[in-house]
């Protein structure tokens, strides 16, 4: 069976994608980071959601990096998280430097502990350009970098990479997923704020595709 | 002046190359990383090191992904760290996967935040064999995605990778590099012991240089 290490945030496009793996009869371990992201709700939703797909899960707490974040909405409580569509300029505060790179580089690391043939992630096509880190080439050059990386050779997957949001919550549908596990909001409270970028873009996706949003949302 | 973040272990080749980026008149910000290696006194010789330079120095601290390492003889006092040349095969156990990339990825967190243009590291042309990611070719992958990674470009510069050790030895002596404040031993005792791999090259490198040895061997 092989063996694969998924990035699982939480959220719905990781959370498909582990049904997803499962699916094609993947041996799949999850892992989330920790690095002192506000919303911590999020790393409870994923242990749920592997107790619930009964997937071994562990949190890497890099929460001892934060002081070389510097500051930024997702990390640093003195900064509001902005309201609204991604589109908007304002949300390039909550970028924090390099990212992708350093929960890719740590999945890795795992995966090569395990002899898994490759980490995966949810990365997709609706992902937003104000990321340089979602970039299909920053992907692809890191792959290239992974593979390297070991005499054993491990890959970086993306399968949502040509599918937007929409089609992925159609995807979860089909596989049965369990979307009231899952976790959305950037803001940090005990319910969805439903007014958020990524509560914004949650709420679309569930109604562009039809499916029925189990979300309960304060706004 | 052009900043570098510069990847500092404590050791020759990286005590070096700060000289050698502060000859060029770069501005250096030194980052150790602390990812549980039994060889700790390390950290304790960069933080010396940056001092007698009066360079910015953070030590960033990965000890809490030590359990998805797995066993390893630098991070697992459970087994010895192995005696003799690196071209030993046995030196397979000092491998920690990933460490490159891991160190890399959160130099480069760290430079994006300081807005840095270059992520610097001791990799020259000794380094081994045996440890996958000291390859040019890994390098040359990582270099590529972490330029994508912000929108503000930064590169990962190895000014050392044409020099063996011995050339770094013979550089640091015209630069008038304090080589009794460097660390190389892998065993982690209070004087360098003299025997294990680290200190069989250390003490290879002063003699075929024909720079004065300064260190203190046990054996």
């Not at 995807?171 to 950037?186: H, I, N």
Request: charged share 20%.
């Amino acid at each position: 069976m092989s063996r694969t290490v998924l990035i699982h945030s939480g959220g719905i496009d990781s959370t498909v994608l582990l049904a997803h793996l499962l699916h094609q009869g993947r041996e799949v371990h999850a892992l989330s980071v920790d690095y002192g992201q506000r919303h911590r709700r999020e790393i409870e939703a994923a242990r749920e959601i592997c107790a619930h797909y009964k997937v071994a899960h562990r949190v890497a707490d890099l929460r001892a990096l934060a002081p070389l974040f510097g500051s930024n909405a997702l990390t640093d409580d003195k900064i509001a998280v902005p309201e609204g569509h991604y589109e908007e300029l304002s949300m390039k505060a909550t970028v924090v430097p390099n990212r992708n790179m350093l929960l890719i580089a740590v999945a890795a690391a795992w995966a090569m502990s395990l002899k898994a043939k490759s980490v995966a992630y949810g990365a997709h096509g609706g992902d937003h350009a104000i990321y340089p880190d979602c970039r299909p080439a920053f992907a692809d050059a890191l792959d290239q970098a992974i593979r390297l990386a070991d005499w054993h050779e491990v890959s970086l997957e993306r399968p949502f990479v040509g599918m937007d949001k929409t089609a992925i919550v159609k995807r979860g549908a089909e596989l049965g997923v369990p979307f009231a596990l899952t976790w959305s909001c950037y803001v940090g409270g005990a319910k969805h704020c439903g007014r958020c970028g990524t509560c914004v873009e949650r709420k679309e996706a569930f109604l562009r595709s039809g499916v029925v949003d189990p979300t309960v949302y304060v706004a």
